[in-house]
């Protein structure tokens, strides 16, 4: 039986090394470049005491990718802007406070089905944030950022992505975007 199942692991290991020889000689059909414009809807993603109910913004990204020809991973450049309202619930008035921010982030995707008319991705960024809030004697500030993201790519330059924000405490926010990337699709 032991020489069986080493037999059985000899030949899977074997099939999975000649998969992958051939998987790094293919070429991606996905361009070396491409360019996202985006724009959706943000919400801040937790409650603080001292703030109610947050209503939806708006969040407006760039992003500049490299497609890696052998890999399904790519490295881009990220900027977005993004405008939320939080109500302060303290007291009798209640106020409203916008709160602003924009983002640098280096990022990176793996992209599921490279090259197909429906590739989903997962993917992260890290970077800073610049944030503006006048609420309670707050002021912004510049935050390290951290974004976890998972999205899906339809047609080669559709792009649907929901992105987490994580920098401030108070004012994290999910973000829904629908992009268009231009370059990168078909060869």
Known sequence: MRKVIVAIVAIVMSMMAEVSAQSSCVVR???????????????????????GKSR??????????????????????YASVCSIYRCDRVGDDAKRYKFVSENLLLTSDY?????????????????????????????????????????????HHVRLTVSYKVFDRANNHLTLSLGYAFGGGRR
């Open 29 to 51: 059909d996905v361009g070396a470049v491409e360019v996202e414009l985006g724009v959706g809807l943000a919400t801040a993603a937790n409650r603080m005491s001292e703030y």
């Open 56 to 77: 939806q913004g708006v969040d407006a990204n760039v992003e500049l990718r490299y497609n890696f020809a052998a890999q399904p991973v790519d490295l881009g450049l």
């Open 111 to 155: 992209n599921f089905f490279q090259g197909g008319k429906v590739s989903p991705f997962v993917g992260l960024g890290v970077g800073v944030a610049w944030s503006d809030i006048a609420a309670n004697n707050r002021n912004g500030g510049t935050h390290f950022t951290f974004m976890p993201r998972v999205g899906v790519e339809l047609s």
